[in-house]
């Protein structure tokens, strides 16, 4: 894999971020289409980072919200690695960029992965996510979601 950048996410970086997402799971499987994917993220007005080639092209990307859970914890809201760069660590490189920022403010981060992304749900317990729980049909009938947690370290007395 070439150099990559990580840098904070703009309006520009909406298209090429909802194209990742479109034609691949867990997205097709939620029926999130591209057109979709674009009104959420131009809706939702929340940070995000993305990983970049020196020539421009989107490598991927997180959305997240600081402190958007119960208005105390962090919330990775998507995690899109575009297929052709996945499996290179870019989504690991990624993730330790977006928790480098948000423990600084909040003591938890939160995220849900679909129960039918079995490796995805495998990306984030190597990266130290615990699983708290399911919430079954939660954004469509068949699937569940499944929720996972990291704590921010606690420094050694
Ligand atoms: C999950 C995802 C963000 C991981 O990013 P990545 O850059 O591919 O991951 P890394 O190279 O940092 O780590 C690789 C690990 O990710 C996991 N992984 C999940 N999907 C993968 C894929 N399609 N290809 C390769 N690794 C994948 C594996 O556990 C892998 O570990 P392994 O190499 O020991 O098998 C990325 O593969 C992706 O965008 N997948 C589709 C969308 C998705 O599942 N998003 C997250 C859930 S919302």
Same mark, same amino acid.
């Given at each position: 894999?070439?150099?990559?950048? &990580?840098?904070?996410? *703009?309006?520009? *970086?909406?298209?090429?971020?909802?194209?990742?997402?479109?034609?691949? *799971?867990?997205? /097709?499987?939620?029926?999130?289409?591209?057109?979709?994917? /674009?009104?959420?993220?131009?809706?939702?007005?929340?940070?995000?980072?993305?990983?970049?080639? *020196?020539?421009?092209?989107?490598?991927?990307? &997180?959305?997240?919200?600081?402190?958007?859970?119960?208005?105390?914890?962090?919330?990775?809201?998507?995690?899109? %690695?575009?297929?052709?760069?996945?499996?290179?660590?870019?989504?690991?490189?990624?993730?330790?960029?977006?928790?480098?920022?948000?423990?600084?403010?909040?003591?938890? /981060?939160? /995220?849900?992965?679909?129960?039918?992304? %079995?490796?995805?749900?495998?990306?984030?317990?190597?990266?130290?996510?615990?699983? %708290?729980?399911?919430?079954?049909?939660?954004? %469509?009938?068949?699937?569940?979601?499944?929720?996972?947690?990291?704590?921010?370290?606690?420094?050694?007395?």
């Amino acid at each position: 894999m070439a150099d990559f950048t &990580i840098r904070p996410m *703009d309006r520009q *970086d909406h298209p090429a971020a909802a194209r990742i997402m479109a034609g691949s *799971d867990p997205w /097709l499987t939620l029926g999130i289409d591209e057109a979709r994917a /674009l009104a959420t993220m131009e809706a939702q007005g929340i940070p995000g980072v993305v990983a970049t080639l *020196d020539n421009g092209t989107m490598l991927g990307f &997180i959305r997240y919200e600081p402190k958007g859970f119960i208005g105390y914890a962090a919330y990775i809201r998507t995690v899109a %690695v575009a297929p052709q760069a996945r499996g290179k660590r870019v989504g690991e490189t990624l993730m330790n960029h977006v928790e480098s920022l948000v423990f600084e403010q909040a003591p938890l /981060l939160f /995220l849900f992965c679909s129960t039918f992304n %079995v490796r995805g749900q495998a990306f984030y317990e190597r990266l130290g996510y615990e699983r %708290v729980g399911t919430v079954d049909a939660m954004l %469509v009938p068949q699937h569940g979601e499944v929720l996972l947690v990291k704590r921010r370290k606690v420094a050694a007395p």
